[in-house]
């Protein structure tokens, strides 16, 4: 009996997404199926480049063909498409023409490293093949042309389009402040010049076609998150704490804020966690253990993971080649990774649970 698409079709209806809890057929990620004799190939198209199991839906695949009688050679190429998310699309908002996901990271207060969490989570989620912007939208106290080694940098123009060009490094582009001033110079201006320049960096910038464009905010709840919150549709927020009861409950107030903006919690991330001992590799929790995790059940939000205490990070970043750059293989690059693709797995998620404004073409 020969082998049919129907066949083939109807064994991959049989693999479950495990993150969209719905069989491949039906999300629309099979394609391109073809039968030549015992020979099947497929495309299977993931909605991130970044997804976490990747290997294990190829074999999932893979086993569900291979028990169709007659198959004895399977080929499956996986690539991905990054679906457009615009949230919830408030009429007075206006989504930024080719980027598909805006994906803020915030803190309720300063010093709990969030600019490094933001590069490093920019840079791992274009090492997977996606195509990332990084905005720093941190006006006062930019970081984020140091840690990507770009802080000599400065932008041109492109005349014809009246928009800057981003600086690029580790294919990630980049906007900040940092790139407009002096070097130790100070931003002495009252909210509405915080407010313009925010709309600046994310109308005037040639972004051109992103999968996520990741917005380093500054910490707290002041005017540059209430603008973005108001002038662009979020994909959703990422919220980044240390572990004390302290950092705990200034989080939360971020996520207060992002709430009754109508922005989505994508979830949290805990930095600064413990200690990995280089001699015995084992983990010390200095400050205390659980907060993060804690934060993100009582909010009901994904924790998304830990993030250690380690001098590589800060060097790095003081180096200007974030951890998942300068030493990919390592612990640290590692995490960040793992959370990246996490972030980008909740992304997809609520591809497929709201109607996006723009889908991806």
Known sequence: MAISEENVLGALRTVIDPDLHKDLVTLGMIQNVAIDGGKVSFTVELTTPACPLKAEIEQMCRDAVSSIPGVDEI???MTARVR????RGISSQQPIVGVKNIIAVASGKGGVGKSTVSANIACALAQMGAKVGLMDADIYGPSIPIIMGAEDDRPITDEAKEQIIPIERYGVK???????????????????MVAKAVQQFLRD?????????????????????LTLAQAIPLTGAVVVMTPQDLAAAVAVKAVSMFKRLDVPILGVVENMSYFLCTACAAKHYIFSSGGGAQAAEALQVPFFGEVPLATDIGD??????????SNPNGPSAEVFRDIAAKISAQVSIRARSFTPLEMAK
């Open 205 to 225: 910038v040639q972004w051109g076609d992103i999968d996520y464009l990741i917005v380093d905010l500054p910490p707290g709840t002041g005017d540059a998150q």
């Open 84 to 87: 457009a998310n615009q949230g």
């Open 316 to 325: 790095d970043a003081d180096n200007g080649a974030p951890s998942v750059v």
């Open 75 to 77: 080929a499956i190429e």
């Open 174 to 192: 980049i906007m900040s402040m940092g790139f407009l001033q002096p070097s130790g110079s100070a931003v002495i201006w009252r909210g509405p």
